[in-house]
């Protein structure tokens, strides 16, 4: 069974740093693209940026470059997703995704607050 | 990039309706489209993907078409857990979602 498995919701601080990560399963994980989903409250879905696991090679969306890291381990079937410093505008839902699978993880709740 | 203009932004129906959501891409995608519905607090899931092949497990009444530029989502009758907003996403070059068809009860 395919599984996408994220880490559990944040609560930080403006200028904070963070990484949430998305555990793979089920499915050969350098094989497919995987990527990251911003979802703002009650707002529709923007996709970030998305990496292929066997090379790593990665694009972002232009609203994202420079403004978040997106990496894999593949030693760990695992996706990351980093923030050097939050903004309070960083605060959403945020998923990964195989897109041509069409599998989710089931989302990270990042709350950035002072 | 390219964009994806999807329509309408809402839409309120009954249940039993017929309902269609158009995606149009900003340049030719092929077949390179999925069709995805969210739930309130709940992952998207994909229901339809290549344009027109169902995704396992979805149910028959939904159904996609179309190729190229312009893709449409059908629902034949609208049922009371069809009730969410729609996305199309191309990934024919990267990926780009439509903005949304939140489909609501008349």
């Known amino acids: 069974e395919v599984q996408l498995v994220q880490s559990g919701a944040e609560v930080k601080k403006p200028g904070e740093s963070l990484s949430i990560s998305c555990y793979a399963s089920g499915y050969s994980f350098t094989s497919h693209w995987i990527g990251w989903v911003r979802q703002m409250p009650g707002k529709g879905l923007e996709w970030m940026g998305i990496i292929y696991p066997r090379d790593s090679q990665s694009r972002y969306s232009p609203s994202f470059q420079g403004q978040v890291t997106i990496s894999v381990d593949k030693a760990n079937n695992t996706a990351y997703l980093q923030w050097n410093s939050l903004k309070a505008s960083d605060t959403a839902m945020y998923y990964c995704a195989a897109p041509n699978l069409g599998y989710w993880g089931q989302g990270t709740l990042v709350i950035v607050s002072s | 990039d390219i964009q994806m203009t999807q329509s309408p932004s809402s839409l309120s129906a009954s249940v039993g309706d017929r309902v269609t959501i158009t995606c149009r891409a900003s340049q030719g995608i092929s077949n390179d489209l999925g069709w995805y519905q969210q739930k309130p607090g709940k992952a998207p899931k994909r229901l339809i993907y290549?344009?027109?092949y169902l995704q396992s497990g979805v149910p028959s009444r939904f159904s996609g078409s179309g190729s190229g530029t312009e893709f449409t989502l059908t629902i034949s009758s609208l049922q009371p857990e069809d009730f969410a907003t729609y996305y199309c996403l191309q990934h024919h070059n990267y990926l780009t979602f439509g903005g949304g068809t939140k489909v609501e009860i008349k």
């Open positions: 290549a344009a027109s």
